[in-house]
């Protein structure tokens, strides 16, 4: 199966020790910063939409995108019984489109590091460039060796009523991939368990491989910090976020709205 398939049913579940809520603080103090405090913003790789309807809620007119058909649905249905009115579309971040441009990107819970070659970070980033206001503000995250090292060669396992999962880790360290083989369980209605199996292949970017893409793609390189924090990223740092500002000269074609 192709990632976020069998997993879009259950991910909310296995993934409820994100505290989402203290990152989309963390995330709004960021844009506050780069005075994005009203206005369109694009989630890429929204997923599930759960970043989405915090950045919603605080007011933000919210476009989500993500390539998975099941996490979109999941999302939709969520925003629907908020009452929530966000758009999401079903596009690969590596040929998105939109009909206008927006404020700000944002690209949360290391969707990026899904993009695993080189020339394809270039292209997204590009893309970012092309849709964002004139100085718009880009800001993702990246999950780094670190985290991959720590978790190499592991098994996780997790069993809830509703579902279970294992997860064997593998990471590559000579091609900085890090790939996990997730068989997940999902109880039915009828009291059986529906079997789905996936595997999910991740890249590692150094920082100066991420500022060179920025740079290729015409967007300027702002910030680096170690998550959550404004200081700079260390060793032991296992997540990093990076900020990003649009610049109009790379790309004449830019969609105005």
């Not at 092309?130 to 720590?150: C, Q, R, V």
């Amino acid at each position: 199966m192709e990632p976020y398939t069998g997993l879009a049913a259950l991910y909310d579940l296995f993934m409820d020790n994100i505290p989402y809520e203290e990152w989309s603080v963390y995330l709004r103090s960021l844009l506050a910063e780069y005075n994005i405090n009203t206005g369109i913003i694009l989630d890429l790789g929204c997923g599930t939409g759960n970043m989405t309807e915090f950045l919603a809620a605080a007011g933000y007119d919210m476009i989500g995108i993500d390539n998975s058909d099941e996490m979109l649905n999941v999302a939709m249905d969520k925003a629907y019984d908020k009452g929530l009115d966000i758009l999401y579309l079903l596009q690969d971040m590596r040929e998105f489109e939109l009909y206008g441009t927006v404020a700000a990107v944002v690209s949360i819970c290391d969707s990026l590091n899904y993009i695993t070659d080189f020339n394809e970070l270039v292209e997204v980033f590009s893309l970012v460039n092309n849709y964002l206001d004139p100085d718009g503000i880009f800001i993702f995250d990246m999950t780094t060796e670190k985290k991959y090292t720590a978790i190499a060669d592991s098994v996780i396992a997790e069993n809830r009523d509703e579902g279970s999962f294992i997860w064997e880790n593998s990471y590559f360290a000579d091609k900085k991939i890090n790939q996990y083989d997730m068989t997940i369980f999902e109880k039915l209605e009828n009291g059986l368990y529906e079997k789905h199996q996936e595997t999910h292949i991740q890249r590692v970017y150094t920082l100066d491989e991420i500022k060179s893409a920025l740079e290729l793609s015409g967007l300027k390189f702002e910030a680096c910090y170690k998550a959550f924090t404004h200081d700079e990223p260390d060793d032991n740092c296992e997540r990093i976020y990076v900020i990003a500002r649009e610049t109009i000269n790379h790309n004449e074609n830019k969609k105005r709205k």
